[in-house]
Every structure is written in structure tokens, then in C-alpha cells.
């Protein structure tokens, strides 16, 4: 069974960091592009970032680039988000998704395929404080 559990949300001041987790299991972790959207009550889903274990590809939004940095512990079979500088329209909850690699595409894959990427985490709330 395919799970994915998120950890790290929480309240920071703006200007703060926070890191996300996401524990993956019951995949091969090397074969799957593993990412972060975030979604709050009304508002569109944002592909956030994420990466390819097999290539180390990564992917930003625009709207985080340069604050936010993912990384892949390949033996932990985790991926973290480290975000600094936060603001308050960070504000959001946010969440671990997964599916397969594809050959054609780098690490943006998991963005391309949206609402049809098959596994999700519960979410994590992360709020940012004026």
C-alpha cells in the first residue's frame, strides 16, 4: 500500500523557515517523482515544487523560487520542502503527492499531470503570521 505522511507544518512569524517532510512507502522510491502542492479553502491548487529520485530534476513555481529548496534522502525514502523567508500568502495547506516517473519529462511531470497524479498525502498545515 502506497503511503505518503506528511510532517513539519506549524505557525511562523514572516521572514520565518519552516521544513516539510514526506515519509514515502510501499513504492520504489527511485522510480516516482515526488512533490508538494498546496491548496487552501477557494483557491486553486499550485503546484509548489518537486523532484525526480531517478535524475535529482527539480521544479519550482514561480512564486516560491529562490525561498523554498527540495531535497531527497534516498535511504529515508523522504523528501523535504526547507522554506525560508515565508509570507504570509504562503499560507496554505500543503500536501505530498507521487507518480511514477515519466521518460519523456524531468521532474515538472508530477505539475504537468495535476489532478490525475494517483497518491496523496493528508496535508499539512503551514500558516504564516503578519
Known amino acids: 500500500e502506497v503511503q505518503l505522511v506528511e510532517s513539519g507544518g506549524g505557525l511562523v512569524q514572516a521572514g520565518g523557515s519552516l521544513t516539510l517532510s514526506c515519509a514515502a512507502s510501499?513504492?520504489?522510491?527511485?522510480?516516482?517523482?515526488i512533490g508538494w502542492f498546496r491548496r487552501a479553502p477557494g483557491k486553486e491548487r499550485e503546484g509548489v515544487s518537486c523532484i525526480s529520485a531517478s535524475d535529482n530534476s527539480t521544479y519550482y513555481s514561480d512564486s516560491v523560487k529562490g525561498r523554498f529548496t527540495i531535497s531527497s534522502d534516498n535511504a529515508r525514502n523522504t523528501v523535504y520542502l526547507q522554506m525560508n523567508s515565508l509570507k504570509p500568502e504562503d499560507t496554505d495547506v500543503y500536501y505530498c503527492?507521487?507518480?511514477?516517473?515519466?521518460?519523456?519529462?524531468?521532474?515538472?511531470?508530477?505539475?504537468?499531470?495535476?489532478?490525475?497524479?494517483?497518491?496523496w498525502g493528508q496535508g499539512t498545515q503551514v500558516t504564516v503570521s503578519s
Open positions: 503527492a507521487a507518480d511514477r516517473v515519466h521518460p519523456a519529462y524531468d521532474a515538472s511531470w508530477l505539475i504537468l499531470r495535476g489532478a490525475f497524479v494517483p497518491y
Open positions: 510501499g513504492f520504489s522510491f527511485d522510480e516516482y517523482v
